[in-house]
Structures are given as C-alpha cells and as structure tokens.
C-alpha cells in the first residue's frame, strides 16, 4: 500500500513549489498534457526507496475567511482524512498569520500526523525565525526552501520514517479490482450490474488497509473482490463529487488493487482528468482496462467503436496495448465480456516467462537487431531473466548497458507484447551490467 500525502496551505506559501519539487520528474509521466488543469496537482515520489503518492491541496482548502464551519470545510476534513499524512506549508515571513491558524485547527481535527514545512527560509536567519511557527501547535516542523530545497531532505527523511518499504504488497491468489472514473461515469452502476445484489457476495474480510472491506465476490463462476476504500458507498454523494476528495480515493483503489478498470462516460469522451488516471494506474504497474459506457446512448453510425478506439489510442500512447470494451451498465451489453477480460488481464500481469524461453526467443531477434553501437562500441545482451514480483519485470544483462537507449527500450517491448501478449498489463525492462 502506497502513502498519500496532502500539502496543505493557504495561497502563496509555496505550496505548488514544493509539490514541484517532490514530484521531480515523475509529473511529466503523471501528466503528459501540458494543459494547467487543476488535476494535475498529484503526483507518485519516493525517497529513500519509499514510494508515497503527493497532492497538493491548492485550490481545495480555502483556509481564508470565516468558512472554518462552513460545510465546505467539513468535506475538506472528510477528504483530508483519506490522507496519510499531511505536510502543512507556512511562509517564514509571515508567522501569526490567522488564516494559518484556522488551517492548523482544522488539521487537529483530521488527527493525522502533521509535518510543518516553514517556507522560504532561504537564508540562514530566517531558520531562526522558523521557530516561532511551533506556536501552531505541531512538533514536527521544518525549515525549508522549496525553491533552493534546503531543509527539503529532513522533512523527507522524517516523511517516509515510517513508511514501509516500496513494492506493492498485495498477496492474494484472487484477483482485486478497482473501478475508477469520473462522477457520473457509470461507476456505481457498473459494480451493481456486475455484482447485483448482496446474494454475490461470499465473504467480508478485513482489507488490506486500515479502513477498508475487502468484499470476495462469486460471478460467473470467478472470484474476485472489488476494493472499497473506507466507505465508497456509505458516503453521500455530495461528498462523492467533491474534487479532492474523489480524487484521493481513487488513488487510494489505485494503490490497493491489481487490475484498474477504467470507466469512461461514451458521451463525453476521455478528457485529461481520465488520462490522470490512467498514467497513475500505469505508474503503478497495475493491469488497465478502459471500458467506454453508456455505449447505449451512442450513435453507432457517426461514432463507431473503431473511431472511439482509435481517439482513446492517441491519448494513452505509447502504451496503447491496453483492452477498451464498449459497454452498458442500462442494458447490459458485454458486461460478462469486461470481467471475463479483467480477469484475464490478472492472470497475464501474474504470468511467468521461463528464463531458457525468455533467451530463446528474444537472443536471436536481438542478435539481428542490436542496440546501436555507442562511439564504436558494440553492446552485447548476453541473457535476459524474469525479476519475481507481482508484475512482469525483465532485467536484460549487457555489457554496457547505459548506452541502450528509449527506442531500443521499445523495440524490445514491443516484441515481448507481440511474442508473450501482455495486453492491458506495464511491464518494466531494465538493463543491468554483466
Ligand atoms: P502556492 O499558492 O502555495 O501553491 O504557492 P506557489 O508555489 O505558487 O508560490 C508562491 C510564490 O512564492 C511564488 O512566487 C514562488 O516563487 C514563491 N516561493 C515558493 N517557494 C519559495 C521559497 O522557498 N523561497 C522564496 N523566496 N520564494 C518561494
Ligand atoms: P458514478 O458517479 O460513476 O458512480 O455513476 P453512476 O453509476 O451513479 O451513474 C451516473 C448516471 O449515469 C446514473 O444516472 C446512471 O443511471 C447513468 N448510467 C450509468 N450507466 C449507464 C449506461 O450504461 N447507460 C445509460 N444510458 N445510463 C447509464
């Protein structure tokens, strides 16, 4: 399970800085469109080799007039409490600031670990003054830069302290499926379709994570769950539609599951907020599934399923391997068909490639293609292994390995998805010294 954490803090403290800063360049994979949409204000980072997954609240906490009680600030407290952790920024040069102080009332409430991070201490004086801002209240407090990031390494040190160590963990032989999407996408109505009443359910267990049921469904004759993070269908819908909030709980489903299914509204088409969605899920090496619903209010005739498919191809290369069924929750149509894929796709991102068939195909394809030669070097692949993980990892030994490059990266990748079909499923190629 991956941490999320929130930066949190009124306008101009540099909130959006520091969130730059963590994300480094992981935000360019979470975001190719260079669009400013406020969606993109999350981001996968590790330090140490802890991963943790970081949003920055900009735009969501107000934090400035009286709204502390307001019922705005109640979903913002019920969304921050989906967080881990959150990261509280101040600007050093603005210490009894009352706005800071209503924020910091509302984060006790949320009762989860608070690290200030006294902003712009860019020179050494202001580190001093960072001291009076223990007046908030919280003892775990930093001076940093955001934009020189000094300080910057403590407080990620004290971060990830208690964070586990990397990799997903989720052992289990049954498939668990999120269903992720916009609001309105159909996602409810899918899980209802699919499951139907209580009588599908075989069993409730303690989730994998702190406030979640992990409920083991039978259907079709398949077992599987679907993960419900803490309360997805006790909360209202009210708080269903708040930004942040449906935001965090996506990721959340993201993080605890193996196969992604991606739901996407026919008649609105797969905007930038999905294709956040996507690349998080893809960063996460989890199996993607797109199902395009709703199919029944479409017009065949001017939108047929080639033309959707081939849109929604454009946005998601180059991983562009990946199912798209065309269904509908209202009447049904190859709603069988999407878990029959579904679980095919977690039996795929499971699958286990000996290491003598490995070398036996793919030796000879590199032999005759190689990786270009580097200043007259020749690069030698001398054999190829399966890493044990729960997604498909292949470390290719070489002799000189930092001279292979992106498009050789490709080519490989391609043959391996042609040679072994790993539709729907990242898989990760590194190349190693021998
Ligand atoms: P946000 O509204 O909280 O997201 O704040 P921004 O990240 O947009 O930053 C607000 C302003 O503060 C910008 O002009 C930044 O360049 C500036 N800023 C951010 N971090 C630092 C810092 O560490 N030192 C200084 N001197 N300025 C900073
Ligand atoms: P969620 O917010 O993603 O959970 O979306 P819901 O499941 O609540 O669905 C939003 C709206 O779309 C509801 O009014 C549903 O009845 C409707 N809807 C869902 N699936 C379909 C479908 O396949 N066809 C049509 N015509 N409407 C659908």
Redesign the pocket.
């Known amino acids: 399970m991956n941490t999320i954490v929130a930066i949190v ?12 800063r963590l994300a480094k360049s992981n935000s360019a994979i979470v975001d190719p469109t260079s669009g400013v949409t406020r969606d993109r204000h999350y981001s996968s980072s590790d330090w140490n080799g802890k991963n943790f997954t970081i949003i ?1 609240t ?1 735009g969501y906490v107000s934090g400035g007039d009286d709204k502390y009680e307001s019922e705005i600030d109640k979903q913002v407290i019920l969304a921050l409490d989906e967080c881990d952790k959150i990261i509280f ?1 101040v ?1 050093v040069n603005e210490s009894n600031n009352s706005s800071d102080k209503l924020i910091a009332k509302l984060l006790r409430k949320t009762n989860k670990p608070v690290i200030v991070a006294v ?4 020179k050494n004086k202001l580190i001093n003054d960072s001291l009076e801002f223990y007046n908030l209240g919280f003892d775990k407090l930093f001076a ?5 990031g000094s300080g910057t390494g403590d407080l990620l040190d004290k971060l990830v302290e208690d964070i586990n160590d990397s990799s997903d963990s989720i052992s289990d032989d049954l498939p668990s499926f999120s269903v992720v999407g916009r609001p309105n996408a159909g996602k409810s109505s899918y899980i209802n379709t699919l499951i139907g009443e209580e009588r599908n359910i075989v069993k409730n267990e303690p989730g994998t994570t702190r406030d979640s049921i992990d409920t083991v469904y039978n259907k079709f004759d398949f077992n599987f769950k679907i993960i419900d993070t803490a309360g997805i269908r006790k909360k209202s819908k009210i708080d269903s539609d708040l930004e942040f909030y449906s935001v965090v709980r996506s990721i959340r489903s993201i993080e605890n599951c193996d196969v992604c299914l991606l739901i996407i509204d026919a008649t609105r088409g797969f905007d930038s907020q999905i294709k956040n969605i996507f690349w998080l899920a893809h960063r996460r090496n989890k199996g993607i599934i797109i199902l395009v619903n709703k199919w029944d209010l479409v017009d065949k005739e001017t939108n047929s399923s080639k033309i959707i498919t081939e849109k929604i191809k454009k946005e998601i290369e180059p991983f562009v391997d990946v199912h798209i069924v065309f269904i509908s929750c209202l009447t049904k149509q190859r709603i069988f068909k999407s878990l029959e894929l579904s679980i095919d796709t977690y039996k795929t991102r499971s699958k286990k490639i000996k290491t003598s068939k490995l070398n036996n195909d793919l030796l000879p394809i590199i032999e005759s293609t190689p990786p270009p030669s580097v200043k007259g070097k020749r690069i030698k692949i001398k054999y190829i292994n399966q890493i044990s993980g729960n997604y498909p990892q292949f470390v290719f030994f070489a002799n000189l390995p930092q001279y292979i490059k992106d498009p050789y990266k490709r080519f490989i990748e391609n043959k391996m998805r042609s040679l072994y079909g790993f539709t729907s499923v990242p898989i990760k190629i590194y190349f190693r010294k021998k």
């Open positions: 803090g009124r306008p101009n403290v540099g909130k959006s800085t520091l969130f730059n920055d900009g920024v600007d902003n712009k201490a860019d940093i830069s955001a934009i020189n």
